[in-house]
Structure formats: structure tokens, C-alpha cells
């Protein structure tokens, strides 16, 4: 049975994932860190350093950039992919002008109002407020610290394309988002279905960015299936 390596979100940590180790039965589970570096590239070689010789990959949001990456580093040792909540291109201008005011109030002691104003807001599905998960988030951010965020902020900021690196993956393949995800919203998870022709795009109903933690029984039947495939 193929180990999964599982790469968490910005500010995330194992606890992202919820019980989809619980889930996974007798199948070897490896949670990647993904907070030493402050570029893509470097991130994802550290985790492919310490990951079996072999596995399934899933990243979600910037674990789905960092797994991107190490499919582009070393294609042969992935077995296959599951992209969650993710963005396969470059840092838009936008969202890149925006990156340096949060990096200087994060590390100027205000961590706490970046999460809580920035960030938080963008994360669930709209509706009666998921206050378990939004708790949950704020903690992780919290354990990792404004260091960790400066780093992640950086690495996303200089980004590259990974558009060549999906269209050259040919193994069994997952595109997954929240129904709601405002952060990386359809169009973008259907672009990754289009470069991955074998892949299977599946939408998850009633959650938002985070559907391991919104919706995780949807999810982790879709990350069975894939696994199975």
C-alpha cells in the first residue's frame, strides 16, 4: 500500500487534515512540514529529502503549490496527485502588493489582527459560522508564529507557473475544491482539470477553502476514491 504525503495550507499544520489519518487505515501517513524555507523550491526539496522513495502526494492551498513543485522536482517519486483548494499559476499583482504590509504587521507583533482580518474571513463557507474550525485555524496560525508567516508569505509571493508541470503528470490525478472557496474559486481548479486530462475534478458541498475541516466526510470519500483509482 502507497504511503500519502500530505502537505498542509498556510498557517496550517497536521490538525488541517482533521481525521483523514484516522481514516486511512493500515496505509502509512506522513504529515510534511512546510514551514522552513522562504521559497517554494526549497520547501518542497526538504520535504522530498525526508518522503518515502515512493507515494501519493496531496497538498491543500500552499501544500497544493508545494506538491505541485515537488511533482516538478521529482516527477518519478509521485505516484499520483490530489490538488485541494489550490492555484496552479504565479502570484497575481494584486494579492502580491498586498503581501509586504502583512509581513511587517505580522512581525511587528500583530499576527493576531492579520489572521483575524485577513484571512479568517476568506476561509469558510458563507452561512452560520463554523466556530470550531475558525477556533481551530487561529490556533495552528498561533503555534507556527510570525516567522513561519513571513517565510510562507515569501515563498507564495515568488511562486512560479506550475502549468508545464501539471500538463507532464500522468498519474492517476484528484482536482478538489470547497463549493464556496473564494480564495481559489472554480476557475482555477477547472484550469487544473484541463491540464490534467486523467484527472477527476470533484466539488465539495457546503464548504469553503477548507473542506478537510468543513465538510470532512465528503472529503475524505473523495480522497479514498483517489486513492483507489
Not at 498556510?10 to 512540514?33: E, F, I, K, N, Y
Not at 509586504?100 to 482580518?117: E, M, N, S, T
Not at 472529503?219 to 486513492?227: K, V
Request: glycine share 8%.
Amino acid at each position: 500500500m502507497i504511503p500519502l504525503v500530505l502537505v498542509p495550507g498556510m498557517m496550517c499544520d497536521a490538525r488541517l487534515w482533521g481525521d483523514l489519518h484516522g481514516s486511512m487505515g493500515r496505509r502509512m501517513v506522513v504529515h510534511a512540514p512546510c514551514t522552513e524555507a522562504d521559497t517554494v523550491e526549497a520547501l518542497a526539496a526538504a520535504i522530498l529529502r525526508e518522503a518515502p522513495r515512493r507515494f501519493a502526494l496531496a497538498g491543500l492551498s500552499m501544500g497544493g503549490i508545494v506538491a505541485m513543485e515537488m511533482v516538478r522536482q521529482a516527477p518519478e517519486r509521485v505516484e499520483r496527485l490530489a490538488l485541494i483548494d489550490t492555484n496552479p499559476f504565479a502570484e497575481s499583482d494584486d494579492v502580491r502588493s498586498r503581501r509586504k504590509g502583512q509581513i511587517d504587521r505580522a512581525l511587528g507583533g500583530d499576527l493576531v489582527g492579520v489572521i483575524r482580518d485577513e484571512m479568517k474571513p476568506n476561509y469558510l463557507a458563507p452561512g452560520p459560522i463554523n466556530q470550531p474550525a475558525l477556533d481551530l485555524c487561529f490556533a495552528m496560525a498561533m503555534s507556527l508564529g510570525p516567522d513561519v508567516f513571513a517565510r510562507q508569505s515569501r515563498a507564495l509571493r515568488d511562486r512560479p507557473d506550475q502549468s508545464a508541470t501539471l500538463r507532464s503528470f500522468m498519474g492517476p490525478a484528484l482536482v478538489l475544491m470547497g463549493e464556496h472557496d473564494r480564495l481559489c474559486p472554480l476557475d482555477r481548479h477547472e484550469a487544473m482539470h484541463g491540464m490534467m486530462p486523467q484527472s477527476r475534478l470533484a466539488v465539495v458541498a457546503g464548504a469553503g477553502h477548507l473542506p478537510t475541516l468543513e465538510r470532512p466526510a465528503a472529503t475524505q470519500a473523495e480522497i479514498a476514491r483517489w486513492l483507489e483509482a
